[in-house]
Nanobody, 119 residues
Framework: QVQLVESGGGLVQAGGSLRLSCAASGSTFSFNVIGWYRQAPEKQRELVATISSGETANYVDSVKGRFTISRDNAKNTVYLQMNSLKPEDTAVYYC?????????????WGQGTQVTVSS
């Protein structure tokens, strides 16, 4: 059973920083892509940042230059360093992982961690 467990959310003032962590367990296969999505109240879930097994990072435009994603394969952990936070970054942040076995994709989600940025 693959599990993704997030930590590091919380309340921060605008301009502050937070670091999210997502620890993966239960998979004997490495994640093809792992990263973060977020969902604000009454909005659709959106991609924030992902990183491939080849260390290629992808960001939504609104966080470029402020957020940095990284992964530690030895620890099966992915991080999201969030700097210069804005109130519009307030959302539940979900860890996401994709495992590809042959031609079949398996997608996994964490339970989410709340990030609240006050103005």
């Amino acid at each position: 059973q693959v599990q993704l467990v997030e930590s590091g959310g919380g309340l921060v003032q605008a301009g502050g920083s937070l670091r999210l962590s997502c620890a993966a367990s239960g998979s004997t296969f490495s994640f093809n892509v792992i990263g973060w999505y977020r969902q604000a109240p009454e909005k659709q879930r959106e991609l924030v940042a992902t990183i491939s097994s080849g260390e290629t990072a992808n960001y939504v435009d609104s966080v470029k230059g402020r957020f940095t994603i990284s992964r530690d394969n030895a620890k099966n952990t992915v991080y999201l360093q969030m700097n210069s936070l804005k109130p519009e970054d307030t959302a539940v942040y979900y860890c996401y992982g994709n495992v590809r076995i042959g031609i079949v994709d398996y997608n996994y989600w964490g339970q989410g961690t709340q990030v609240t940025v006050s103005s």
